[in-house]
């Protein structure tokens, strides 16, 4: 065991409090409900202390002619003031400390610090995308004035900067903080940025010739304090403050970063981290959080549809279901195949293990999805809920691994029927010629492929940001989806779809709510016991202890 | 750009001067390398960086810093006048635009604030400095590594005669 933490006295604004030892002045302040403007300290980052918005009064404890404290009236001890202020970002706590965060002193500085900030700003606020969510913008309102004194030219800087293929600079917004400096050196671990021309005229900027092309660039975009970097692909597209905020997790990978999906009138503008030192501390990749564009897709499929004479027909739902559970009913147990997807919730998977069992055939398997796992976040593993496909039994300790021998099958004839739930056939080694082979092909899907063109029912279904669910991640992390955006056309959620065909294959009946799904699961898989979707909360429950070394589960194609 | 073999010597050993940090031998590498070539070019801040263990931008911060470190070349020969207060106030800007006209360096597009300018033939290249610890003689300016006091927009033609 180790020492428990010292606690150290610290006198805010007159009043005493304890903090652990390590705590930075600002931090401490924050903890004691005392906001301290900044814009250069992230508490991710290291502290340069160059923006000087924070500034505070600070003193130490008077000391006797015997090195002693001197004790007031009150028995704590009396405290003898800094007379220039001090920045709260880059010190540590002291015994005996004082801080006055709003002394007519630290006004004036924060007054003053936001003057001079504001000396060479553009005010381009009605064009800028950090509008609306900028420090500069914020404090400007709190800390600010509304006219400005100063009547010299402003310095013209570097506009329009391609940084890298992600990152778009506006050198004159920028306040100098250095935040993405330190995001990229200490975090990304890729030194690609830097002041040139330091003076009245720095400007940020790559080395010639290098580009802020890290696969974690976006992250200086979320951290810039102002409308400085932004990302290209958000740029111009939308006000932030029309954009409906709901809390996800990244589906692009097994990490399953915590995201804030941003979208407006049903489609989605971004995706942004959100912060969980559990998972992802306060960042993502950019991999992750662009691939969020095929949810919009106009190709999205919008309507069930089932085969006939002349191709695949708009059907109802009723029919197109009706037809799936009389194709499924003409086959024998191991003539048919389910291939499931690592991509589904716990609770769909769930649904297809009881599809399964009712089929009765042991022919089914996940598609392994193997990327090149880097040292932050990524995973080698790019399906997001494998630990979930394994849990419940829809793949073993290997994923995949049974695909060969399906996919051998369905070629030869033997199966005759594939439910393929979120997955392109073609993708796993099977030819366009063999699923024509097929006598049924009932295919869940969101986006047209050659699966879903040689379908012989198609439901139309759910992309991540259209679902409430829950998935595991890599660490054995259960954590939850949430509906942010509304399906295209009729297209339905996945789990009613896989409930709706388990339902004509047994006639059973009675779930009608995704929480009853849920539900259902505490009851049976010991791991989850007593586990709602409320009490996963917004940052996950931990299934099993994670260990340190923990490995990304085997991969097999 | 090709570093000589006494040269490389000559910046290993100044490495071995800064045991803690190899990071603060940038500033005195830089100095070895423009002395040599004359400025310092792209290529030569990437050999530096890479020579003490950094990215190349965390050399780029500080040659875009220094004023008296280039990354063009001076003309063959290099003036360069004080302009801090003294010698400002004794006439620089005047001794300046003088140095101009009779070492043939346009500067109508550019103000005083410009950095080095540079002669059509490449002859001469002039740039505003600060303090050259000589101020009560202004204006003060140096010629390559010759120090000139008290100097008169008179005798500019005889001084750049000197230089050809």
Redesign the interface.
Known sequence: MSAPTELLNVQIDGVWYQFKKGTRVIEACAQAGKFIPHYCYHPKLSSPGNCRMCLIEMGMPKTGPDRKPELGADGKPVISWIPRPQISCAQDITEGMGVRTDSSLVRECRHGVMEFLLINHPLDCPICDQAGECHLQEYSVEYGTAGSRFLEEKVKKPKRVELGPRVTLDDERCILCSRCIRFMKEIAHD?????????SHTYL??????RLDSNYSLNTVDICPVGALTSTDFRFKMRVWFLKETKSICTSCATGCNTIVGSRENVIYRQTPRENDAVNSAWMCDYGRLNIHYVNSPDRLKFPQVREAQGLANVSWKTALAKAGEELKQFQRNSVAVVASAKMTNEELWLTKKLIDSLGTVYHDVVPRAGQADQLLMSADRNPNTLGAQLFGITSEYPGSKLREMTEKIASGEIRAVVALGEDLTQIGLAESDLKKLTALIVVGILPNETTRNASVLLPACAFSEKRGTMINIKGRLQRLNHATLAPGEARDDWEIIRDLLQQLTGSNGIYLIDDVFKEIAETIPEMTGLSFGRIGDHGVQLVEESEDAQPVAMTV | MEIPAELEARIDQEITHFPISKRSAALPLLHLIQEHFGYLE?EA?EWIAQKLG?????I??LV??YPMLRREPAGKHHIRVCRTLSCAMAGSYELLDTFCKHARIDRQHNGHGAHSLKSEDGKYSIEFVECLASCGFGPVCMIDDDFYESVTQEEVPQLLEKYQ
């Open positions: 030194d690609v940025l830097g002041f040139a021309s330091r003076g900027t790559a080395h010639p010739g290098k | 792209d801040i950094l990215q190349p931008i965390n780029l911060e875009t810093f």
